[in-house]
């Protein structure tokens, strides 16, 4: 189990395996943080897409700013918002490269 350096352990340094995207699954997400994330890895590799489901339908108040980020990147990042029921409230992602999983 990863306990230390969680952002670049799980987040940042599996880049460097050849992938090619991320996809996250979260009940919460901040379009700060996802700023951070998706231009630490565009940084590293400017093809990198990264793919996020918000799944708790009260966690919108960064509507506005994850809109600005798909206009911003529009060929990086694909945001979208979880509205069955019931919610998620998951923390699960998947790298792949090529569509297929790797980790």
Request: aromatic fraction near 12%.
């Given at each position: 189990?990863i ?13 460097n395996k ?11 997400a901040?379009?700060t943080?996802?700023?951070r ?11 990198f ?7 708790m339908s009260?966690s919108?108040n ?9 206009k ?6 694909k ?7 019931p919610?998620?409230?998951?923390k ?12």
């Amino acid at each position: 189990m990863i306990t230390k350096n969680l952002y670049k352990e799980v987040l940042i340094n599996p880049i460097n395996k050849d992938v090619d995207e991320l996809y996250i699954v979260s009940g919460f997400a901040s379009a700060t943080f996802c700023r951070r994330n998706l231009e630490d890895l565009l940084n590293l590799n400017n093809k990198f897409k990264l793919n996020l489901i918000i799944g708790m339908s009260t966690s919108r108040n960064d509507h506005f700013h994850f809109i600005n980020l798909s206009k911003n990147y529009p060929n990086s990042i694909k945001a979208y918002y979880y509205t069955g029921k019931p919610s998620v409230h998951s923390k699960v992602y998947s790298w792949t490269k090529n569509n297929n999983p790797l980790i």
